[in-house]
């Protein structure tokens, strides 16, 4: 599965924490876009989609939360709790991310502005979109 899990240096001193991400360095890519998700409900899953080209890092800033993750072989669950964790979908990766804590703050950095057009939002043609990608290889 094209998923890599990054710890990043921690800065720490009597103050306290910091973590800092640069582009080409930390981060794998050219950073077009950053969002991030908050006060999340209870039993709330998201997500369920993946995508043809964008890459993204997923670094879950406060509190925790979990990925489902499916390259159309295997499935994988993750737990994002550490501020200084990072995780790497590359493209055809689907995700839905879950079990989020009250306080969680899901940050993601991403290699390409927001396009509908890059999402696959049905998992039959998820299926089919990997299926064809290795044919192509
Ligand atoms: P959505 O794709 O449903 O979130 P997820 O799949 O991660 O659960 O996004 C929620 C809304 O936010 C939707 O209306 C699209 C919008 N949005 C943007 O405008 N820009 C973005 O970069 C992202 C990720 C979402």
Not at 17 to 30: D, R, S
Not at 47 to 69: D, E, N, P, R, T
Not at 85 to 105: C, K, Q, T
């Amino acid at each position: 599965m094209k998923i890599k899990k990054y710890k990043f240096q921690k800065h720490g001193d009597e103050r306290g924490m910091l973590v800092a991400l640069e582009e080409f360095k930390e981060i794998p890519f050219h950073v077009k876009r950053i969002y991030y998700i908050y006060d999340t409900l209870p039993g709330v899953r998201r997500g369920f989609h993946a995508h043809k080209k964008l890459k993204q890092i997923l670094i879950c800033v406060k509190g925790s939360c979990k990925l489902h993750l499916d390259d159309g072989h295997e499935t994988k669950e993750v737990v994002l709790n550490k501020q200084y964790e990072g995780i790497l979908l590359e493209n055809n990766i689907w995700r839905e991310m879950y079990d989020f804590s009250p306080d969680a703050v899901l940050m993601v950095l991403a290699s390409e502005m927001y396009d509908e057009k890059d999402y696959i939002r049905d998992y039959n043609d998820f299926l089919k979109f990997v299926a064809s990608e290795e044919k192509n290889v």
